[in-house]
């Protein structure tokens, strides 16, 4: 098989979402810790439109963004399917990642942004409330009885939309709003391959909260 490298970060949701496929596949790779205050020359060789994290490396070819990585992932190792194989299933799911990469950008907008606050929180609920209603129904899992890539997606939102909430001090994701969700986010990460590997809210904390008051002393300089 062709050596397989990632270029991440740890604690990066989106270097989670493919290590956690990777893992799941039972893909072996080699992951390269990137400072993204002094990017690498290999990252800007294989990411040089957006310089970012992740980029997965196959036989020397790189995959930039992670849904697309995931998408690579699962047509090349078609081992332990993270997608359903019926056709209608499946543009369900990729319907529901298009949801999560559109929506979910709110999350981070709320952690980037001092403005319009109000508003930004009212997306996310609004975002919370729609997959709540419509994503999950009576499901464990947005696939059903296993993960998938949709699951990925979501974790990756809702896991840092915690340490967000605690950072910035507002309170969205509460379990009597969202009873579904958050019965889904337990058995998300009582998955062994998630559990293992998605960051501890400890050191997300830690590293979240000093990015963000840096953000916070820019904004008030300006």
């Given amino acids: ?50 310089k970012k994290i992740p980029v997965l490396v196959h036989g020397g ?22 997608m359903p194989s ?29 403005e319009d606050q109000e508003n930004t929180m009212k997306e996310i609920l609004e975002m919370l409330q729609i997959v709540e209603e419509h994503g999950l129904g009576e499901k464990k899992f947005f696939h059903g009885d296993k993960i998938g890539l949709v699951d990925i997606a979501f974790g990756s939102i809702v896991h840092w939309l915690q340490i967000i ?8 994701f509460e379990s009597h709003k969202f009873p579904g969700l958050h019965a889904w986010l337990k058995n998300y990460k009582q998955v062994p391959v998630v559990e293992e590997n998605l960051p501890s809210r400890d050191e997300l904390l830690v ?8 953000l916070q002393a820019s904004a008030r300089m300006q």
């Fill in 86 to 114: 019926d056709p209608y299933d499946r543009a369900q799911a990729r319907f529901w990642i298009n949801f999560a990469e559109n929506k979910g950008a709110a999350v981070w907008k709320l952690f980037r942004s001092i």
């Fill in 61 to 82: 070819k790189p995959v930039c963004e992670s849904m697309v990585i995931l998408e690579y992932i699962e047509e090349t190792w078609p081992q332990n399917p993270l």
């Fill in 1 to 50: 098989m062709a050596e397989v490298k990632l270029h991440g970060g740890l604690l990066s949701p989106f270097n989670y979402r493919v290590v956690c496929a990777l893992k799941l596949k039972g893909i072996p790779f080699e992951l390269i810790k990137e400072d993204l205050s002094n990017k690498g020359a290999l990252l800007l060789k294989y990411n040089p439109v957006h």
């Fill in 207 to 214: 590293f979240f909260k000093g990015r963000y008051e840096k």
């Fill in 165 to 172: 909430e605690d950072i910035v001090g507002v309170k969205l």
